[in-house]
């Protein structure tokens, strides 16, 4: 036995006559399954094709041929993998050009794309205040939003979902000198709109800039699919930063953050999600410029995916939808669970969220509408969804 192999044996050994210091999993994993909060990752498979209500393509370019192409095109060009950060070798010439097309399609000066949407907010938040400043949020942020006000080590305050009074006396009280507030234009939950004109009047008049975060928006408001902030004459408004992702409409990967020049440098030199982070892959960047340019040329996609999302809505008993997210809350999470594995196996995916993802009692069916739904195809989810609900009692 070498020297290495005894010392690993002694170690083991060691090791074995303690206790077992991640032995609590079991008992963890027992309560999250008793409480009916266990996940498990649906698997999608080629050759079982369902039709799907629990993605966020919303405008069905996954599979565009168009996109599909784009995606080939640079992965011919480029190879697999950006290889470096960006700030290496990572950043292509199709990076540049994706970020220059989408400032000028989102009416912002510049842009930067992160390897996700998610590393995007983290990235931006972190990089705009730090210890010592104050982020005014909501309860209805994306958790990248929360987790990059964690991260900033700024003082957080919360105020209800979209009460922009309470931010505006959050920062009339405040004692930093630098504020920034952060918002989901769209809340990923039910599809709801944030008071983003309100928010952004609140900021500007406690001297804060507003960030926005349009992941659930793009695509689906606003003229063209520009988003909520076009929608309301915000593109490029002063203090103002937006957020949005190129995994939801445009099909693909990654995210990005739209602002004025000095802010796209400030980010290149400060985000640590950018500085640290292997760049976008260049397949996911081929992807999402030809969906930029499907969608630029088809504007009246995101009216499509409206009235189909207004079709499946009216026909489950929801309310008129305000984006393509259509929320049916069911109360205990595993009739949720129940409910979802019903729709499942008859064929069609739907999302199933419970606490932590919403709050307690409140475990719904999530569907996500998409722009390439045959309304024929809507009515039989509609058909199988209030099938599922009564089954679980929820009807």
Known sequence: ???????????????????????????????????????????????????????NDYLGLSTHPDVVAGGHAALDTWGAGSTASRLVV?????????????????????????????????????????????????????????????????RVVVVDRGDHAAVRDALQARTEAR????????????????????????????GAALLVDEAHAVG??????????AEL????????VMTT?????????????????LLRSHLIDRARTFIFDTGLNPAAVGAAHAALR?????????????????RLAEAVGAPMPSA??????????????????????????VGCFRPPSVPAGTSRLRLTVRADLELDVIDHVADVVNEALTAVGAR
Not at 117 to 128: H, K
Not at 233 to 240: E, F, K, T, V, W
């Open 245 to 261: 992702v190129l995994s939801k409409s445009f099909g693909a990967q990654g995210g990005v953050v739209l602002g004025p020049e």
């Open 90 to 154: 990572g950043t292509t010439a199709a990076h540049v050009d994706l970020e220059e097309d989408l400032a000028g399609f989102l009416g912002f000066p510049a842009a930067l794309a992160f390897s996700s949407g998610y590393l995007a907010n983290i990235g931006a938040i972190t990089a705009l205040v730090g210890r010592g400043d104050l982020i005014v949020s909501d309860t209805g942020t994306h958790a990248s939003l929360i987790d990059g006000c964690r991260l900033s080590r700024a």
């Open 1 to 55: 036995m070498t020297t290495t192999d005894s010392v690993l044996s002694e170690l083991l050994d060691t090791a074995a006559a303690r206790e077992d210091a991640l032995g609590w999993l079991a008992e963890e994993a027992e309560r999250v399954k008793t409480a009916g909060l266990h996940r498990d990752p649906v698997v999608r498979r080629a050759e079982q094709p369902m039709i799907n209500l629990a993605s």
């Open 233 to 240: 004459g915000l593109s490029g408004a002063p203090d103002l």
């Open 294 to 310: 499907v969608l630029g040329a088809d504007p009246s996609l995101p009216e499509r995916l409206r009235g189909n999302a207004a």
């Open 220 to 229: 689906v408001r606003g003229p063209g699919g520009r988003g909520l902030i």
């Open 324 to 349: 393509a997210v259509i929320s049916l809350i069911v109360g205990d999470p595993r009739a949720a669970v129940a409910a979802a594995a019903h729709c499942r196996d008859r064929g069609v995916l």
């Open 179 to 206: 504020a920034l507030v952060v918002t989901d234009s769209v809340y990923s939950i039910d599809g709801e709109p944030a008071p983003v004109a309100e928010l952004y009047a609140a900021a500007r008049d406690g």
